[in-house]
């Protein structure tokens, strides 16, 4: 297993790390995976034999049932991982029950220490914006969580790039703490991060986390033009995390899949988080399933190295298109170009 650091801290993060949201199987979650301790526990032992020294999990994924179960099957070997969790959806009925605010903020926090039975959270996330509370108050809430031990690195989640930009900016003017990381959707099938997202990650020195990584099973190479999944009656039109805007394109994305998985004995799944990690901004890929089967499969992708050819492949059939501005910067501005600018806009330069 390799390890990366993660953004500007001091951590080293297993390049797969465990997703939780499977865990407890209540209300919406339910639909992702109902595993119990017993089965969670087996998980989190395939995990830490492969290497693995991260997991993730969030205080709304099954009303708090996730931690409880992460709680459970950790209290004994706590100092084993490096734990992450999020805050900031609805944890009860109440106006005050949800958000960013110091009042949900410090509660929340609290409340999935109680649940996870340890004294402190490694990585601590904004789990989505809120746009109605000042970062001001937000931050203080993070930095008093970090002045009483409760908390030891702070990260963000699903943040646009203003967003980020903006956090940062106040939590330097406040000489507050500062995010270490940011945890994004992004996948062959969902490039969008690669517009502000990657680049702010390279030019801010922030670890990139990624969820879903099989876009929610469409990149796992059961759906294909011609089937999909036993059981499933969900359409590719009303599918929203990610969404389907081009249902050909995305076919397109899994016949390469499929097709280079084939050629070096690998499943669709495994080269689809294979070209993740072949990514030095992306830090750790937050990998879940509903059973070993699924989980050791996707574990196999931290050995599977993609070569030059497979990543063209791959990076022609699902690039985006260059937007505005990035389109006219590669027209006028291609020979005042960082680091991270370049992170997007090289692959669409024309050389002589």
Sequence with gaps: MEYR???????????????????GGKGKFAKVGNS??????????ICLEAGV????????????????IVGEVLEHRRQDVLLATKARFPMGDGPNDRGLSRHHLIRACEASLRRLKTDYIDLYQLHEWDGLTPLEETLAA?????????????????????HIMKTLGVSERMASVRPVSQQIHYTLQAREAEYELLPIAQDQGLGVLIWSP???????????????????????????????????????????????????????AQVAI????S????????????????????????DLVLGSAELQRLAQVSRPPLI??????????ADRLSPADLSLIAPYLRHP
């Design 324 to 333: 505005y501005p990035y389109w006219h910067q590669a027209q006028t501005a």
């Design 53 to 68: 020294n991260f997991i993730d999990t969030a205080d709304v994924y099954s009303a708090g049932g996730a931690e409880t």
């Design 274 to 277: 294979a070209w993740l990690i």
């Design 36 to 45: 119990d301790v017993a089965e969670a526990r087996r998980h989190v032992d």
């Design 142 to 162: 993070l930095e008093h969580l970090v002045n009483a031990g409760k908390v030891r690195y702070v990260g963000l989640s699903n943040f646009s790039g203003w």
């Design 214 to 268: 099989l876009a929610g099973g469409l990149l796992s190479g059961k759906y294909r033009r011609d089937r999909k999944p036993e059981g499933t009656t969900r359409q590719l039109a009303q599918w929203n995390e990610p969404p389907v805007r081009d249902e050909e394109a995305l076919y397109r994305i899994v016949d390469e899949l499929v097709a280079i998985a084939d050629d070096r004995g690998a499943s669709a």
């Design 279 to 302: 990514s030095r901004l992306v830090s750790s890929v937050i990998i879940g399933a509903r059973n070993e089967a699924q989980l050791r499969d996707n574990l196999q992708a931290a």
């Design 5 to 23: 650091q993660l953004g500007h801290s001091g951590l080293r993060v297993s390049v797969l790390s465990l997703g939780t949201m499977t865990f």
